[in-house]
């Protein structure tokens, strides 16, 4: 079992930053790829970013690139999502996941998740 925290969410006015955190504990995979994925109310799930672990793949999707940037922490097994230039369609819960294996954004095939951290972007 792997267990996924996520924190840092909030509520932050238009153009302002937020920095999620997703700590990870329990079972550790020697390679694995760790994900930010939101999903806004009445909306699917949408893609946000991946970071393989370790080495240094990153994908970040094309509607938040230039404004969020995921990093990791290997010493803490926690990786980042750092958002500035927020957007009030950036509203959504926030999730962090994990694979072994690299999914992009076939979630079905994620091995866990997190709970999920709100964040709301007022205009």
């Known amino acids: 079992q792997v267990q996924l925290v996520e924190s840092g969410g909030g509520l932050v006015q238009a153009g302002g930053s937020l920095k999620l955190s997703c700590a990870a504990s329990?079972?550790?995979?020697?390679?694995?790829?760790m994900y930010w994925v939101r999903q806004a109310p009445g909306k699917e799930r949408e893609f946000v970013s991946g970071?393989?672990?370790?080495?240094?793949?990153?994908v970040i999707a094309d509607f938040v690139k230039g404004r969020f940037t995921i990093s990791r922490d290997n010493a803490k097994n926690t990786v980042y999502l750092q958002m500035n230039s927020l957007k009030p369609e950036d509203t959504a819960v926030y999730y962090c996941?994990?694979?072994?294996?690299?999914?992009?954004?076939?979630?079905?095939?994620?091995?866990?998740w997190g709970q999920g951290t709100q964040v709301t972007v007022s205009s």
């Open positions: 996941a994990v694979s072994e294996r690299y999914y992009y954004n076939d979630y079905g095939r994620y091995d866990y």
């Open positions: 329990g079972r550790t995979f020697s390679n694995y790829y």
């Open positions: 970071i393989s672990w370790p080495g240094g793949m990153v």
